[in-house]
């Protein structure tokens, strides 16, 4: 079963603030789905091969040869904050 | 609206041939799907954005300057879902956590199709990240279903289902993920393909589970939906996913299913579709053998743990890709945040809405550690059984057949407050998508006043035999009614009686 601090800490590696209310439902929430879930459980899966994707393509690749790449201020028109030619984050401490 | 052509009516195969015999100019049908936008879709509401000056300014230069240089699908009006990346145009992919993003470059079969001068009408209304069964989960709101204001039109792919069937739009594109073309496509009563995984480059659009996602036409008639999917098919050196189909996507003609044989799966047919549902399903079958075809019952014995496995899997995937959305390189950053790590949690904590943050939460639960073993890796099992249920299945007959959804559209608001009634829309659509086959939904009647979705599965690249069967059926089936706009909440105020859900009987076809 899924707790509350399960809950955090799965929010905390995926960088989301959820708020208490937030948490409770969210617990609540996760705690039916994962039930709904472990019905997978059932299955002896030992001897069964996984399937990560569907198709029978491996190797892809592509001739080697450079290309021009997105131009610096296209890439950064969308940016919430730029300075320099560069993406402005806030600093890592406060 | 322009005299004589009824956008409810009107199909891309019909609207080609007034364009190319000069019985229409584009302006002309241009306008009459923006008049039409004009008329209905404040009761709709199945754009996010509507590039009206655009579309008609576009179509004035097909008339003018193009003759005789003008592409396959020049001067027909196309909506596209808003999760597909369009160069200067706004894509939100109805979510608040990309504010105003303005992408640098076109998905390729958006660019496909505008290579071969569509007119494009907006960016169609979705659930936020294609994560939803009813296009409720849009941070923009909900679209309605045009046969019922008061039902949702199914999604993910919600707005451009409803715009098609509404008349705001010749045509559409669609994702499918877990059945977000063919489930809104039933919901209403229109044509929705997923193509086998591969056959449409998913370059540009903005990945919600990358191993299921799948681009492809929402259209009126089969023919249509052929003659769409023929112009976005094929390999794409962007997308290393993608490969060449085995032969071109043909033009259906078929009218019998002579020698055919049509598999229906037990397990679909057991889960919980509601009568209404079942009773078109059944006159559907019965068609089919009267068309020349054989039907026999078949088992695919691991379908109810499809959508279990369906929920780890695309939450694990999702988890992953929604990761680039954290306010540094394009749309919404919180104001609220000292540091970069809180900038991070607040921009996602306010940029994605409630259905978002839980798929990115079970799927980083699935995948954290001590629980990889026991959900993402025994899931990836569970596909590798559902895709052998398929195999044994297609060893036995051609096609198989099901409801594309146990239910016909439901009232908005009545699935919300529980996420699991709501993936249950797709316990029919979803397992294809984790087998990677192409499967096609078509209008089969109307049970209760709403459309009934009847799915074909096929192979791996069976594309035009699915097209070919569809067509045939379609004849068959006859189906020509088009949406009333009523909105059954008033209905039953006058009446003084209850809303839809419980209203029983009524004229069906």
Redesign the interface.
């Given at each position: 079963m899924i707790s509350r601090d399960d809950v955090r800490h799965v929010a905390r590696l995926t960088r989301l603030r959820l708020g208490a209310a937030e948490t409770d439902r969210m617990t609540a929430e996760l705690a039916k789905i994962l039930e709904h879930i472990d019905k997978i459980g059932e299955l002896d899966l030992a001897a069964v091969e996984p399937t990560a994707h569907v198709l029978a393509v491996a190797d892809v690749v592509r001739p080697d040869k450079p290309r021009p790449s997105l131009p610096r201020d296209e890439a950064l028109r969308n940016a919430p904050a730029v300075s320099d030619d560069c993406f402005r984050v806030p600093r890592m401490q406060p | 609206m322009t005299a004589g052509l009824d956008p409810l009516r009107l199909t891309a195969r019909e609207a080609r041939r007034l364009l190319t015999d000069g019985e229409i100019a584009a302006s002309e049908l241009t306008k009459t799907y923006l008049d039409q936008i004009g008329r209905v879709e404040d009761k709709v509401h199945a754009f996010i954005l509507v590039t009206a000056e655009n579309a008609a300014k576009y179509a004035t230069e097909i008339d003018r300057e193009m003759g005789a240089t003008r592409g396959a699908l020049a001067g027909l009006p196309t909506a596209i879902k808003d999760n597909m990346v369009t160069e200067g145009v706004t894509t939100t992919c109805g979510s608040k956590i990309l504010?105003s993003?303005?992408p640098?470059?076109t998905a390729t079969a958006v660019r496909r199709i505008w290579g071969d001068h569509v007119v494009m009408l907006g960016k169609a209304n979705l659930d936020e990240f294609a994560m939803g069964s009813s296009t409720e989960n849009s941070a923009f709101g909900p679209t309605h279903n045009p046969w019922d204001l008061s039902t949702v039109p199914g999604g993910s792919s919600g707005g451009s289902a409803a715009a098609v069937a509404a008349g705001e739009a010749l045509w559409a594109l669609g994702s499918d993920t877990g059945g977000s073309i063919r489930q809104p496509a039933a919901l209403c009563g229109v044509v929705g393909m997923k193509p086998t995984?591969?056959a449409v480059s998913r370059y540009g659009l903005i990945a919600f589970a990358s191993?299921l996602d799948q681009i492809g036409p929402l259209t009126r008639t089969v023919y249509d939906c052929a003659l769409l999917l023929r112009r976005i098919v094929g390999r794409d050196?962007c997308d290393?996913?993608s490969?060449a189909l085995p032969g071109e996507i043909e033009l259906p003609a078929a009218e019998r299913l002579d020698g055919l044989r049509f598999g229906i799966p037990t397990e679909y047919v057991a889960a919980g579709i509601e009568p209404g549902v079942l009773a078109r399903f059944e006159q559907t079958v019965a068609l089919i053998e009267e068309l020349g075809a054989t039907c026999v019952e078949i088992s695919l014995p691991?379908t109810?743990?499809a959508?279990?496995?369906y929920?780890?899997i695309a939450p694990a995937e999702a988890?992953a890709n929604l990761?680039r959305f954290?306010?540094?390189?394009?749309?919404?950053?919180s104001a609220h945040?000292?540091?970069?790590?809180?900038?991070?949690?607040?921009t996602?904590?306010?940029g994605?809405g409630p259905e978002v943050?839980?798929r990115?939460?079970?799927g980083?639960?699935?995948l954290?550690s001590g629980y990889y073993e026991?959900?993402y890796?025994?899931?990836?099992?569970?596909?590798?059984?559902v895709?052998r249920d398929f195999d044994t299945a297609f060893a036995q007959v051609d096609l198989i057949v099901s409801p594309t959804s146990p239910t016909v559209a439901f009232g908005l608001g009545s699935r919300t407050a529980d996420?699991?009634s709501m993936?249950q829309s797709d316990i029919c659509t979803i397992p294809v998508n984790?087998?990677?086959l192409p499967a096609i939904s078509i209008p089969c009647g109307l049970s209760d006043h709403l459309p009934v979705g009847f799915q074909i599965m096929g192979p791996?690249f069976s594309e035009n035999r699915l097209l070919a069967a569809a067509h045939a059926l379609e004849g068959a089936i006859g189906f020509a009614a088009v949406p009333t706009f009523r909105d059954s909440r008033d209905a039953a105020d006058e009446a003084g009686g209850p809303s839809r859900r419980s209203v029983g009987g009524g004229e069906e076809r």
């Open positions: - | 504010g993003y303005q640098p470059y995984y591969g191993s050196p290393s996913t490969v691991h109810q743990y959508l279990p496995a929920y780890i988890s990761a954290d306010g540094v390189r394009y749309g919404y950053r945040a000292a540091d970069l790590t809180e900038m991070y949690e607040a996602r904590g306010e994605f943050k839980r990115i939460m079970i980083a639960y699935a954290s026991a959900y890796g025994q899931a990836q099992k569970v596909r590798t059984l895709r996420p699991l993936y984790l087998a990677g791996a």
